[in-house]
């Protein structure tokens, strides 16, 4: 489909210092992060190229790090539904609302973008082991990817994790690690691993090429507007990772061209018992002060050590967005609320994501005529056990019309 002779480079986020693209995620001159960067000006990209691309994240291939296409491990990650909002906008009463349904990715999370591209890359180096940290959806993803690649995984997970992500990413093959520790712990020791072992973790020692599969969030959502970018967009936010990528999302389509020079505000949401990022924001400090035990529903947002976090503060600053955070009543509230009003069912980050742009409308911070869109990253079913105690009672009844009528029939009418 496309040329494979791209020109990768990796960047210090720092310093600048240009590397070659190895498998390599420091700077050697300052410790910085590496970022992948692009020939832009080689890139010839038209609104119209994409009309018969596949049906996937795929599709942005000149924007992916991967230069040899039959190396790519695909399970179909991307091009989830921009879901446009009526009920749920009316209720909160805005105009122009979607919500970015990435609950139907292939393991149920958006994590399945950045894995597919981790995995790939990890093959394109003739890397034979995979592996990665994770909260809870990145295991099943790596998991699943490697499966598809016949390639064995090692994933590390917190011990607490919830059960359905667990016997997921059992299920794929891969030798799950289930660690008695934080995940600011777990990455500590994958750090190490990965340097004894010449494991690719994808977000570790792959994580440059690893972050770039986030970015196409923000593609597709402008594609689906029509390339007619939002006004703002909420993310939940754990280590940052995923919204500097969609930030870096929205500044590359700037670049080629495919949408105008408009600011577009980012706004970060995370659970009020792990959300550093946003104390930081209050406080208007550019210092993340560490969460040391994390307490929240939302475990996948639970990382009170987010690696990303000073550069996500700053994106959200420099965008003019907001970072807001939700508490576990208010997070089970957004996944009810969500499901009700627009029938998506998510896990409680996207009921975070809910929750806080709840909050930022009823503060005024999000105003009644802008184009916003909500990312909605994993799927309800990977936490269930996060709302079961709050589902309306069940009724029960006997096969019998009686006692349907008795039970059921005289509510109806
Ligand atoms: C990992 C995860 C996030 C947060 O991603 P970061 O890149 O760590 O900020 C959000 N939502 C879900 C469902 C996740 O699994
Ligand atoms: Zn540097």
Known sequence: MMKADKKLMLKCRECGEEYPPTVNYVC???????????????????????????????????????????????????????????????????????????????TFSFKDRPASVGVSKAIEFGIKTVGCASTGNLAAAVAAHAARAGLPSYVFIPADTEPNKVIQAQLYGANLVAVDGTYDEINRLCTQIAEIYSWGFVNINLRPYYVEGSKTLAYEVCEQLGWEPPDHVIVPTASGAMLCAISKGFKELRRVGLIEERGIKISAAQPEGCAPIVSAFRSNSSEIVPVERPQTIAKSLAIGDPGD?????????????????????????????????????????????????????????????????????????????????????????????????????????
Request: hydrophobic share 40%.
């Open 28 to 106: 050697r001159e300052c410790f910085g992060p590496l970022d992948v960067t692009y020939d832009y000006d080689s890139l010839r990209l038209r609104k119209d190229f994409f009309s018969n691309r596949p049906k996937n994240l795929w599709r942005y291939l000149e924007l992916l790090p991967i230069c040899d296409p039959s190396k790519i491990v695909d399970l179909g990650a991307g091009l989830t539904p921009l879901h446009k909002s009526d009920r749920l906008a009316k209720l909160l009463g805005l105009r122009d609302l979607f919500l970015k349904n990435d609950t139907v990715n292939p």
């Open 309 to 413: 976090g000073f550069y996500a503060l700053k994106e959200v600053r420099e965008s003019k967005g907001v970072a807001e955070s939700a508490t576990d009543e208010e997070i089970v509230n957004g996944i009810k609320l969500l499901a009700e009003t627009e029938g998506i069912f998510t896990e409680p980050a996207g009921g975070v994501a809910v929750a806080v742009l709840k909050k930022l409308v009823d503060q005024g911070r999000i105003d009644a005529d802008e184009r916003v869109v909500c990312y909605i990253t994993g799927n309800g079913l990977k936490a269930s056990e996060a709302v079961s105690t709050f589902a309306p009672r069940l009724i029960r009844i006997k096969p019998e019309l009686s006692s349907f009528l008795s039970r059921v029939g005289g509510m109806a009418a």
